[in-house]
């Protein structure tokens, strides 16, 4: 036991004794006593430096529904890390399905203007994977007009959290504190390529492997199973519009996408003209 629990935490070193023993749980199919492994970890000088918290004035939560199926309701947001190969910032969407805490994306880049954003989404709609509603805060590409646009176009509810108050997109805010903790403050990234590619394996230990408390110790692959889904999981690889002849005609998978407010402007004339 010892050894098994010496070879977790190395494999995982910000997973915490209670993780650690889920994870083993899970792997030897059997019974593990979380005190066993706390104690293991103690006298090997396995645990990791925890953050310590800081306090805040108790205030009532605003009452949120919850997610009672996939895809009802998505939160996204965005994070900001740097890359020392070419000293640039580096930006990260992440896309999280608050019923399942799915990682829906996770995409990277030294900028990522509300295009980029609008692809992402629609590669995830060609899967078979929209929401009903997405939770996003009030940045600059939350309220551009290529969302907005894309959005109408396809029946789908933004809401908008209150400005100063994160909280009110908890299991985002949650996401990308795992995301910190775990991958971003663990890794150098030289570039973008090589950002992506760190961000794409943590994605899937995060989907396949880590055991959540909030599902009960289940991975968002268990869930989203239990839940019937049969819908594909979204591949890391954002589909890219074909090139044309002509540089003002584009075409391809993403030509909605990418014209999404010129399409989205076309249907709302004829809709009034109608």
């Given at each position: ?7 977790a ?13 889920e ?32 306090k805040w004035?108790a205030?009532t ?19 900001t890390?740097w890359c ?6 580096l ?14 994306a996770?995409k ?25 509603e997405?939770?996003v ?5 939350s309220?551009?007009g ?20 994160p ?12 995301m ?7 890794h ?14 943590w994605?899937?230990?995060?989907l396949h ?19 019937g ?5 979204a ?12 540089q ?26 109608a």
């Open positions: 036991m010892r050894a098994l629990v010496r070879q935490a190395m494999d995982h070193p910000r997973y915490g004794h209670r993780r650690i023993a994870a083993l749980r899970k792997r030897l199919q059997r019974a593990v006593s979380r005190r066993n492994v706390q104690r293991i970890m103690q006298e090997e000088k396995l645990q990791g430096p925890t953050r310590r918290r800081r004035v205030r939560a605003v009452a949120q529904q919850t997610a009672q199926r996939p895809d009802e309701r998505w939160a996204m947001d965005f994070v890390d020392v190969g070419v000293r640039r910032e930006r990260i969407l992440a896309l999280v399905d608050c019923c399942t805490r799915k990682a829906l996770m990277s880049g030294h900028s990522m203007p509300a295009r980029r954003v609008v692809e992402v989404l629609e590669s995830l709609r060609l899967e078979g994977r929209t929401a009903e997405i939770r805060d009030n940045g600059p590409e309220v551009s290529q969302l907005l646009a894309w959005r109408r176009l396809h029946g789908v509810r933004v809401s908008y959290i209150e400005r100063g108050k909280h009110q997109n908890g299991h985002e805010e949650s996401f990308n504190g795992r910190r903790d775990e991958c971003l403050n663990g150098y990234f030289l570039d973008r390529e090589d950002a992506q590619r760190k961000l794409d394996a994605r899937m230990e995060y492997e880590r055991p959540h408390s909030s599902l009960g110790g289940k991975t968002p692959v268990d869930v989203a199973e239990s839940v889904m049969k819908t594909p999981f591949s890391p690889i954002v589909h890219r519009a074909k090139t044309c002849g002509r003002s005609d584009p075409s391809g998978s993403l030509r909605s996408a990418l014209t999404a407010a010129r399409l989205g402007q076309k249907k709302l004339i004829a809709r009034q003209r």
